[in-house]
């Protein structure tokens, strides 16, 4: 079982910059791969970036592309999400998201996730 903690939201003026944090527990959480995943006020949970196990692929909606980086700490059992330039759009929850086994590729289907964290809001004012 893998339990998943967000951090890192808050609120931030357009332009600026903020980096979550998804820590993991779970020993073979650094064997999965992980992926961010970001919910508007009414709208669907849409696919924001992924990183392979190892860290040495990642992929990114076109939207942050350029924007935001994916990256991980296998170490320390966490993966984090770098955004930078934000802008009010990109107002939402923002979820981590783990797949339930190292032989299971990356996805950008949130439905292929099987560890779900409670999220973290971030707010971009215009």
């Known amino acids: 079982q893998v339990q998943l903690v967000e951090s890192g939201g808050g609120l931030v003026q357009a332009g600026g910059s903020l980096r979550l944090s998804c820590a993991a527990s779970g020993r073979t959480f650094s064997r999965y791969p992980v992926g961010w995943f970001r919910q508007a006020s009414g709208e669907e949970r849409d696919f924001v970036a992924a990183i392979t196990w190892s860290g040495s692929s990642t992929y990114y909606a076109d939207s942050v592309k350029g924007r935001f980086t994916i990256s991980r700490d296998n170490a320390k059992n966490t993966v984090f999400l770098q955004m930078n330039s934000l802008k009010p759009e990109d107002t939402a929850v923002y979820y981590c998201?783990?797949?339930?086994?190292?032989?299971?590729?990356?996805?950008?289907?949130?439905?292929?996730?099987?560890?779900w964290g409670q999220g973290t809001q971030v707010t971009v004012s215009s």
């Open positions: 998201a783990a797949r339930g086994s190292s032989w299971y590729p990356v996805s950008r289907e949130r439905n292929d996730y099987d560890y």
